[in-house]
């Protein structure tokens, strides 16, 4: 099993960055695939980002790509999301996401941390 933890999420103004962390314990060396999603009021919820294990290849979606940054500690026990110039819409509750599978994250996930809330002021 595998436990995740997020934090980071907080207020800001428009343009800023700041920086989410997902804490991941129990049996860590299982996870094949890491990820961010995320969910505002009333939409589905979506794909951030996503980070593999094999080649530590990345894949972002088109509205984040060039502001977002996903990676891990040397540990790799811990996710991070750097948000850059973040705007209005990317106001939602973010999620951590892990899979044991040799699956892109946006496709399957074992384990969903419960959520920090971004908000991003105009």
């Known amino acids: 099993q595998v436990q995740l933890v997020e934090s980071g999420g907080r207020l800001v103004r428009a343009g800023d960055s700041l920086r989410l962390s997902c804490a991941a314990s129990?049996?860590?060396?299982?996870?094949?695939?890491w990820g961010w999603f995320r969910q505002a009021p009333g939409k589905e919820r979506e794909f951030v980002a996503g980070?593999?294990?094999?080649?530590?290849?990345?894949d972002y979606a088109d509205s984040v790509e060039g502001r977002f940054t996903i990676s891990r500690d040397n540990a790799k026990t811990t996710l991070y999301l750097r948000m850059d110039s973040l705007q209005p819409e990317d106001t939602a509750i973010y999620h951590c996401?892990?899979?044991?599978?040799?699956?892109?994250?946006?496709?399957?996930?074992?384990?969903w941390g419960q959520g920090t809330q971004v908000t991003v002021s105009s």
């Open positions: 996401a892990a899979s044991r599978f040799r699956l892109p994250i946006w496709a399957y996930a074992d384990y």
């Open positions: 129990g049996d860590t060396l299982s996870i094949y695939a």
């Open positions: 980070l593999s294990r094999s080649d530590g290849g990345t």
